[in-house]
Each structure stands twice: as C-alpha cells, then as structure tokens.
C-alpha cells in the first residue's frame, strides 16, 4: 500500500514555502531581455525575461508600476528588482518585479544601492551629525557648473531673497570624468573662505549624468565638511548620495537657495515693527514706573518721620481740646450742683433763719434750749439774735396753756 500521498495544492504550498524561506530569492536583482510583453486592462504587466540559456515569466502588479520609470518593449535589455515565488494555480514559478531599469542605468542602479548602504552601516546619513543651516547668513558658496539653469537660477533666487547677501561661485565640473574630484576641490576651497553654507548642486538628468553626486569621495567630503551643506542635485524626483549626507536636501538647485537665503525684506520689516513693538514697551514700562516711583514717593513722603510727629502733634491737640471740654463740662456741672447744695444749705443755716427774725437760745452748757422743762429761774441764758449775743437771767417760767 502507497504511503505518503500529498495533493497538488499542498505540493505547490510546499514548494512556495521553500522559495519563501529562501532569504535570496526574496529580494533579487536578475539581468535579461525583455520578451512577451503584455499591459493588461488591469494594469498588471505580463513578460518574460530571456537570454541565451532560456526564459522565465515576470509580473509587475499595478501597485509597483512607480518602480517603471519608462515603458517596456520587446528586445529591451534590462534589470529587473523583485522576487521569486510560486504561483499555486499553474505549479510555476514567476518573478514578482518591483522595480525595472534599463541595463545600463541598472548597473549604476546596483552600485547606488551597495553604497548607500555601506555608508548608512557607517552612521553617515545619522540626524546625529547633520548641522543646523544659519538663519541669517551673509556668505553663500556655491559648487555646480558655472553655466547653466542651476547657477543661474540660485544667483536669480538669491539675490531676489537678499541682495546683500555675497555669493562665491567655485565653477565644478558636475559630469563626465574628474567631476566628483572637481565638486570635492570646490567644498574644501569654500571651507577654507569659512563661508556660512555652501550650496552643492546641479540641474536635472539621467542616473548616469548625475554620477559624480553618487560617489564616495564626494559624500566623505560633504560629511568632513565643517560648513554646512545644502545638496541640490537634479529634479524633485532625483536622489543621490549626495542628498543622503548632506546636512539638508532640496529638491531643486532654486529651493537650496529659499532654504540658503533669508528673505531681507520680510526680516527688514520683522525688524521695524520689533523696534515699534520695543519702543511701546518701553514707554509702557517706563509710565508704570514713573506711577510707581510717585506712589512710592507719596508712601515715603506720608511716612517721613515729620509727618508722623505733625500727626501726633495734632492728635494730642485733638485730645487736648477734649480734655479741656470734658473738663468744662464736668465744672459747669459741679457748680450747677454746688449751687443746689448752697441753696440747700442756706435754707437749713441758723444764721438765714436768724435774719427772718427768729434767735437760737442756749444755757450756758451749750444746749439749745426748746422747752422749759430745760430751764430754771436764775439761770443764764445765750440768745442769739443776728447782730449778736444776749445773756438774760431767766426770772420765771411760765408755761402755754394752749399747746
């Protein structure tokens, strides 16, 4: 009895499994000629790459047609960058591309790949080691070819931003053999004018003729380079090393110098309405505290020790006159009272009785004498009458039948 019986599909699972697993097949660049090629409705493409030893099929889906930067033709010979796996309906295997060059620039296209990853393994293209570009500066290098939209264009945007600003062109040669070496000797040349940026740039074009922005020496130079760099190579889409280490990318040669050079004018008028702005302040600051330097006087002038004695000067005078006016008061009514008491007095007095014609009589004991059980014939008797003293001798003592 057969042992181990699989199906199609688990065979075709198998298989796409090990192409899956193996680390190279996931991420392969494969050189051919182009063969079979069909642009579906979909916008899949369907080819086949071929050369003298045989064929193999390749697809690019419609959501990897921004790696075809032109359009494919029979005979065209090229570098495909994609993968391989299976495709499980049909039991065959397929290249799954994601990015085609034509052979030439995809030779160049391999070796910017290698690079930059060998110097993004260095550290080179780390936010760690980009400098700041100055905000104001007042001299700008420049390295790019002194003839062309590129140089033409910066010197138009530069001195349009800031006509002030000095502008040292070192005239690069940017294409073809000795470039990388001329736009390096322009770098250090414009380190040694300690300028404040150095701009490194040039207009558009293929792969091929912006090279020499591709090359190592030109991108250890810009990372060595003291000043720093703005890189401006090519078009918006373009991208080279250069761009990756330098201290910032713009997209066009015109954008590096807006990033470059400030706008004067708008400075200019940031800065009088700053002078204006300061100028109020200033009087503001000025009117608040002259306010405050006068209440302050005022607070000193109301606690100068003179003020105080003349305050307490005052008060005692205040409390002098109502000393002096509870003093009044108090005497006006102890005379009123003395004089209620005087006239009491002068009612109860023996001497006010004696002048409304009466006498006080006393013996000679000093007793006053109201009744006659109190005396005897012979005896002396005092009367007092107002004018003075009586002595009588008491002869008889007759008593009042009506009492």
């Not at 400098?131 to 390295?143: C, D, E, L, S």
């Not at 070192?170 to 470039?179: C, F, K, R, S």
């Amino acid at each position: 009895m057969i042992k181990n019986v699989y199906t199609v599909k688990q065979v075709n699972t198998y298989i796409k499994n090990m192409f899956a697993q193996d680390f190279m097949l996931n991420r392969i660049y494969i050189k051919g000629e182009v063969s079979n090629c069909k642009y579906h409705t979909s916008g899949h493409i369907y080819f086949s790459l071929k050369d003298e030893s045989g064929t193999i099929a390749c697809v690019m889906f419609a959501g990897s047609r921004s790696g075809l930067s032109f359009r494919m033709q029979e005979g065209q010979q090229v570098v495909v960058l994609g993968s391989i796996s299976v495709y499980e309906r049909d039991g065959k295997y397929q290249v799954y591309a994601k990015e085609i060059l034509l052979d030439g620039a995809g030779q160049l296209h391999l070796k910017f790949e290698a690079l930059k990853k060998e110097l993004e393994e260095m550290g080179m293209f780390d936010l760690a080691y980009k400098q700041p570009i100055p905000k104001f500066v007042k001299t700008v290098g420049i390295v790019t070819a002194p003839t062309g939209a590129a140089v033409r264009d910066i010197i138009q945007v530069a001195t349009r931003r800031n006509p002030y600003v000095q502008l040292l062109l070192y005239p690069a040669q940017v294409q073809g053999d000795g470039a990388a070496e001329s736009i390096v000797s322009g770098i250090r040349m414009l380190e040694e004018q300690k300028v404040d940026v150095i701009i490194v740039g040039r207009g558009g074009g293929s792969i091929e003729d912006l090279w020499a922005f591709n090359e190592e020496i030109v991108a250890r130079a810009i990372f060595d380079c003291s000043v720093p760099i703005i890189s401006a190579v090519g078009h918006e889409t373009d991208v080279t090393i250069s761009d990756y280490v330098a201290d910032l990318r713009a997209p066009t040669p015109s954008a590096a110098a807006e990033l470059a050079v400030y706008e004067y004018w708008n400075v200019d008028a940031w800065l009088k309405e700053t002078q204006l702005r300061l100028q109020r302040n200033i009087m503001q600051c000025t009117r608040k505290n002259r306010q405050m330097l006068e209440h302050m006087a005022m607070q000193l002038q109301l606690r100068h020790p003179r003020h105080k004695v003349n305050e307490h000067r005052q008060y005692s005078n205040e409390l002098e006159s109502k000393l002096q006016s509870c003093m009044q008061s108090i005497l006006s009514k102890k005379k009123y009272q003395y004089n209620l008491y005087l006239e009491k007095m002068k009612g109860l007095s023996p001497l006010e009785k004696l002048s409304q014609g009466y006498s006080y009589v006393e013996n000679k004991d000093k007793e006053n004498i109201r009744e006659i059980s109190r005396v005897q014939p012979g005896e002396m008797l005092y009367i007092y009458v107002t004018d003075g003293v009586i002595e009588a001798k008491v002869t008889k003592v007759q008593e009042e039948k009506n009492v």
